[in-house]
């Protein structure tokens, strides 16, 4: 009998395969980093601005399930708890986090911290001729708000001078209408502020 020995070839990748891959992994790495933080800068802003809208939505929500007066309050606190009696918060028109209650300080829902990031900040506007917004809002039984005019909360990260990243404001109307939208968009698109 003949006794032939065949050789199999060694499994696994070389030295130079594995070079190759790291190299290419790197320059993949470099290539996607500023799109990266980009992202990252987009996803603080869009948490922030959601985080917002969902409170409203909330409290105007309870106030029509209560049908009675139900306050949203933007604050600055970065504790409060549900005893209205130890911790109710101050409203404050450029904080990020929130509290749902009802007018005799009655602890609802809240949001201790902000969504994303404490680089993004929160700017309340009014029209000329409206009073300043306070940081409280008040919906009545009807789900309106009590408002005299239109209020826009600008939600951008201060931090951050990536010329890409996409600013958001959260729009709350007289009659109730809550909207979120990006003013960086022109007149007549769907997602415009105007």
């Known amino acids: 009998m003949l ?10 990748f ?3 395969e594995m070079l190759i891959a790291v190299v290419l992994l790197g320059i993949l790495a470099i290539a996607a980093g500023p ?3 980009t992202f990252m800068v987009n996803t603080r802003i869009r948490n922030v601005a959601e985080s917002l809208q969902n409170g409203l939505r909330l409290a ?3 106030a029509t399930k209560r049908n ?3 306050d949203f309050v933007m604050t600055t606190a970065s504790q409060f708890t549900s005893n209205p009696t130890n911790g109710a918060p101050t409203a404050s028109a450029s904080g990020t986090a929130w509290v749902v209650r009802e007018p005799a300080s009655t602890f609802i829902a809240g949001k201790v911290t902000a969504e994303g990031s404490d680089s993004v900040s929160v700017t309340a506007s009014v029209p000329a001729g409206c009073a300043a917004f306070d940081g409280n809002i008040n919906f009545d039984g009807l789900g309106r708000t009590l408002l005299p005019c239109n209020l826009t909360l600008a939600v951008d990260d201060s931090t951050s001078s990536d ?3 996409r600013p958001l404001s959260v729009l709350v109307s007289p009659g ?3 909207r979120m939208c990006n003013p960086l968009f022109a007149a007549g698109d769907p997602q415009a502020c105007s």
Do not use: W
Not at 3 to 12: D, L, T
């Open 3 to 12: 006794n032939i020995s065949h050789r199999h070839p060694a499994a696994g």
């Open 14 to 16: 070389t030295l130079i």
């Open 35 to 37: 799109s990266f933080h």
């Open 60 to 62: 105007q929500i309870e």
């Open 68 to 70: 009675a007066q139900v």
């Open 163 to 165: 010329s890409s990243k």
């Open 176 to 178: 109730g209408k809550i």
